[in-house]
């Protein structure tokens, strides 16, 4: 993977153009993309999002998110535009499989593959260009690193700065985890002077929540909660049951984890979530206890350090059942936690 100061040159090239992120995007995943999306499109390339699934529909509000290419939706049209690419920029994952379905096709396309990511362990043997930065607080952060680095700050018009606000500010927690270093904020201070409405993005992203949702989140709370205070730990575990009776969406589940991580103690938070075609995991810590190597050597996945995620393919108790043994395995590092 040559470094992506090479490609600087090559930007006021038109050319055809692929953006790509992760599954079931999350803000920072949609904002990236569409940030950068906004500003390469200045130049006269012809460019395209695409998404290898769908995504919460609170992230519709987002300039150019209607025209965003669904991959399991419209698969020939995304594959012709996958075929005919000469850049493929690759956003907010590590390894091609992340795409789901779009893997393969990615994989074989001719285009040269260019990274900008902040995961742990990249596939960098993929990828012709690129950056994987796991110091950085989100890929919107990485996006406008890009931007100005490369000479183009005057290219940062209000959509730039609204995708890429959303992308950091949910990345950081609002601006709380450690990786807000000062630089975040000099980029957030830099958007504003070149258009950012910053309460805008909050109120579209955090006041705009169905009633379902709420009254889900009473009955996770109330009865899919165990807290193993000896283990510093607290796990929720979602039947399918409930998905339906409260007719919970893509996105509806996101920052739930983050309930149970705010008890007081609580070093290690879990949320299972039986998806029916698999059973999904998320994994959020504080201070020194590592769920990037948690979600890899238990469940299939990775992360970050503090925040991670993995699936399995066993029955909704059986992950449970693991979840508690893997647990009980890192007992020392749990129980021995201090801030
Ligand atoms: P979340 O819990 O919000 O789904 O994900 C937390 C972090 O872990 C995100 O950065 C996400 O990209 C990563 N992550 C979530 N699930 C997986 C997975 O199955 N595999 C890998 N490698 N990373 C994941
Ligand atoms: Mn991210």
Redesign the pocket.
């Known amino acids: 993977m040559q470094t992506i100061e090479t490609l600087y040159p090559q930007l006021s090239t038109p050319k055809k153009i692929v953006i790509t992120m992760?599954q079931?995007p999350?803000a920072d995943a949609m904002g990236s993309t569409l940030g950068l999306y906004h500003f390469l499109v200045q130049f006269g390339h012809s460019a395209t999002v695409i998404s290898p699934t769908n995504w919460a529909s609170f992230l519709n509000w987002m300039p150019g998110c209607k025209e965003v290419v669904d991959y399991e939706r419209d698969t020939d049209k995304a594959n012709i535009l996958i075929d005919q690419a000469d850049w493929i920029f690759c956003l907010?994952?590590?390894?091609l499989s992340?795409t789901k379905r779009m893997e393969e096709r990615l994989a074989n396309a001719g285009a040269e593959r260019i990274l900008i990511d902040h995961?742990q362990q990249p596939q960098v043997e993929v990828f012709a260009y690129g950056v994987s930065n796991t110091k950085k607080s989100s890929t919107a952060e990485m996006v406008y690193d890009f931007i100005m680095e490369s000479g183009h700050e005057d290219k940062i018009n209000a959509f730039v700065a609204e995708c890429l606000y959303a992308g950091v500010m949910t990345d950081t927690g609002s601006f709380r985890f450690p990786s807000t270093t000062a630089s975040v904020h000099r980029m957030i201070a830099t958007l504003k002077e070149r258009g950012l409405n910053h309460s805008n993005v909050h109120e579209a992203l955090f006041d705009n929540f169905s009633e379902n949702r709420f009254r889900f989140i009473g009955n996770v709370l109330m009865n899919r909660m165990e807290v193993f205070y000896e283990y510093n730990t607290a796990l929720i575990a979602v039947p399918q049951q409930d998905l339906i009776k409260y007719d919970i969406k893509t996105g509806d589940t996101?920052g739930l984890?983050n309930y149970p991580l705010s008890i007081e103690g609580i070093k290690l938070a879990a949320i299972i979530i039986d998806r029916g075609e698999e059973r999904?995991?998320?994994?959020?810590s504080k201070g020194d206890f590592d769920v990037n190597t948690f979600?890899?050597t238990y469940?299939?996945?990775?992360?970050?350090f503090n925040?991670?995620?993995?699936?399995s393919k066993e029955p909704l108790e059986k992950v449970v059942e693991d979840f508690k043994k893997a647990m009980m395995e890192n007992r020392d590092k749990l129980s021995t936690y201090k801030f």
């Open positions: 992760h079931k999350d907010d994952f590590n390894v992340r995961h996101e984890v999904k995991c998320s994994f959020r979600a890899r469940f299939g996945g990775g992360g970050h925040a991670a995620g993995g699936q």
